[in-house]
């Protein structure tokens, strides 16, 4: 038997040949959804001797632990599922991959022609299911064994891989139909196939090094475009949304370009901008509460932009750029908009990591601060004074408090996963600066709240230092994702806010509305988190004080998934925040 290929019939071996071809590539992980239409698929991956293969009961939670995979790997995951509505339960991960910009494989196996369009069970119409999402979109023939067919196949693998790097990270969907016998049953006529030995080469200069990536894009010179930029004195740089291939390198060439051009960072939290602190003297983390106050916000108004990867989530630095009317330059690897103002703005296409700073560095001089990032650096200290001693000084368990504990407290390098909603907006206002290489995740592409646990659950898995922050009803919208725990290698504290309902709604002029509000705003969901963890055999702890959360972050365990549950007073954290965040300015 040739190493990794199924000869027991003409499924398996078709199977194995995509199992074969994507482990050649550089592929680590798949993700299996039980089904019998999928059988083929998934024996060839459960057998791979290289590939990690792990089931997942709940298609939409599988899906979202594939995007946890892959966003903390940055190599596409495969996910496996059988034909009807399973590969459907896939979409919504597959909406945030293509708008994060993150590299899945879907394998759909389905029915073959004539089982279609005549009620047979468990089909429907697979064809290009997931419509633009998709890189690229396409179904395999039925399975023959033929040398030019299975030579098709191989190079139609080969593309696909390709296709989820390129011209961005995102989805490939392949629809696989089969043919009986879906299980492993032997057929002799391929058993004994006398063309074996054609497979000796088969797969020959198929590796990691052949692939094409995103990374082999060229530098791009951006010293012509710096030179113009430097003559305009009040100038912000942006690090918007942003999840790097190398943190520490994306950090330190923002900084050359600030300390270039003299202009403040504007970091955003889901960068690692504020992780990675002692890298950049010129960082700006509070202009979220600096644009509460109107005299700062008009005195403070900028000629030039310069954004990095997507929009902040801030929606006051939206409303400000809109009244500023600054020149905008976009700086992103992605051919998308990322700018959702309309500003006059202009795009270069590359990744930070893959700007040429040499001339920069050569012609760097210990030019003086000027007056405009004098004045950010300024407001953004004594701001950050503020903040610290606020925080430092209260004891009531405020959601805003809790960005500002983590990031002092946690342990280096901890991997944090950042729910939507209030969870990434108070990161927003409050994460602290730190020097602790913490880096963040988020599902900011769509910015929904489903499948939060199981891509928290993903990014953990295989490691240690990892947290979610996340609220109840995010949560609650993906409890499936506490079955992975029983496959889960690794560690995942879940730090649960929980306000009984959707705090964000409690910032809208519809709060105002009392007859509608909680039942179809809100949505108390009056949840015993502690009983919910005990039914998925999880451990959870109710938070007392935040000495008591202190104590249970540092350093955190290796192995295993708990639930830190704060309760915090929906109404009252909300009128603190609407009632104390422009005093940080004061």
Known sequence: MIKNLDFRNINTLWS????????????????????????????????????????????????FFALGIAKRSRLPVVLICTSGTAGANFYPAVIEARESKTALIILTADRPPELRDCHA????????????YCNWYTELSLPLIEIKLLSYLRQTIISSWNKSFLPNKGVVHINCPFREPLAPFTQPEIELLSFKKYFKDFFLDINEDSRVSSSNYCKFDIFNYLNKWRSIKKGIIIAGVNNSTNPSLYCKNIAFISRFLNYPILAEALSPLRNFANKNPNLINTYDVILCNPKLKESLKPDIVIQFGQFPTSKRLRKWLEQTQARYWLIDSSSDNFDPLHNHSFSIYSSVENLDLRNIKNTMSTKSNSEYLKRWKIINDNVNKNIQSTFTGIDLMLQAKLPFI?????????????ANSMSVRYAESFWFPNNKELIPYFNRGANGIEGTLSSALGMAQNSSNNILVTGDLALLHDTNGFLVSKKFKGHLTIILINNN?????????????????????????????????????????NIQDWRHLQELLNPLPTFGVRVLELTIKREEDASWFQNNISKFTD
Do not use: W
């Open 16 to 63: 194995s040949i995509i199992a074969e071809t994507l482990s050649n590539l550089g592929l680590k992980t798949a993700i299996i959804c039980p089904g019998s239409r999928s059988t083929p698929l998934t024996v060839a991956f459960a057998n791979h001797p290289k590939i990690e293969t792990i089931p997942i009961l709940d298609e939409r939670s599988a899906s």
């Open 121 to 132: 069970g468990q089909a429907i119409d697979q064809v290009k299911l997931y419509g633009s």
């Open 406 to 418: 983590l990031s002092t407290i946690l342990p280096l390098q901890t991997n944090i996963f950042i």
């Open 501 to 541: 309902g959707g705090g964000i709604f409690e910032m809208l002029p519809i709060s105002k509305d009392k007859l509608l509000f909680e039942d179809y705003f809100a949505t108390p969901q009056n949840i015993d988190f502690a009983k919910l963890c005990n039914t998925y055999d999880i451990q959870h702890i």
